[in-house]
């Protein structure tokens, strides 16, 4: 199985940056693809951005041009560089990986707050 270690989140002021990193470690393991997710209280979990085994990148439309998601495959490691943050980035963050055997693994989630 797989482990999801995250780190970065902090307290930032508005139009800050900060890079969030998830290293996973475990047995051999293949993604299929890895993700940030986030979660503000009293809302759902919304996708925020994805890479997936071939490096193809997706974005939520509310950071596109923003955050930047990335993997070094080496380390493990996948990274979400955030900047121009805003208020409403506040959340819980959390990384996410698809195996390629279509197993889900989550990490525990780092919090984000950007204050105005």
């Known amino acids: 199985q797989v482990q999801l270690v995250e780190s970065g989140g902090d307290s930032v002021q508005a139009g800050g940056s900060l890079r969030l990193s998830c290293a996973a470690s475990?047995?051999?393991?293949?993604?299929?693809?890895m993700g940030w997710y986030r979660q503000a209280p009293g809302k759902q979990r919304e996708l925020v951005a994805t890479i997936t085994g071939g490096g193809t990148k997706n974005y939520a439309d509310s950071v596109k041009d923003r955050f930047t998601i990335s993997r070094d495959n080496a380390k493990n490691t996948v990274y979400l560089q955030m900047d121009v943050l805003k208020p409403e980035d506040t959340a819980v963050y959390y990384c996410y990986l698809m195996s390629a055997r279509w197993v889900n693994y989550w990490g525990q989630g780092t919090q984000v707050t950007v204050s105005s």
């Open positions: 475990g047995s051999s393991f293949s993604v299929k693809f």
